[in-house]
Nanobody
């Protein structure tokens, strides 16, 4: 599975950005896709995820501000980020997950920088 992320950049606090992640390759059986982020000196954390059935999950810190969606026909996942805060600054990584029997396969995109200035 190859994941190509795009859409990061520099924005002022209160602004918006939209991230995109296009999946290609052996995408059959991918159960969920999502976005993680990692700020300097911090661990990578889940931002939002969406299952193949459309069920979504968000970190508490982004609920009400971020929206994850997917275009199944284009194998693409989007993250609409509104009301951005300086603490949202991080490298954002696209993730695809395939559940096997007793094992989980995680695939990662290259990461895209999001910087929110105060």
């Amino acid at each position: 599975v190859q994941l190509q992320a795009s859409g990061g950049g520099l924005v002022q606090a209160g602004g918006s950005l939209r991230l995109s992640c296009a999946a290609s390759g052996s995408i059959f059986g991918i159960n969920a896709m999502g976005w993680y982020r990692q700020a300097p000196g911090k661990q990578r954390e889940l931002v939002a995820a969406i299952t193949s059935g459309g069920k979504t999950n968000y970190a508490d810190s982004v609920k009400g501000r971020f929206t994850i969606s997917r275009d199944n026909a284009k194998n693409t996942v989007f993250l609409q980020m509104n009301s951005l805060k300086p603490e949202d600054t991080a490298v954002y990584y696209c993730n695809a997950r395939r559940l096997g029997v007793g094992i989980t396969y995680d695939y990662w995109g290259q990461g895209t920088q999001v910087t929110v200035s105060s």
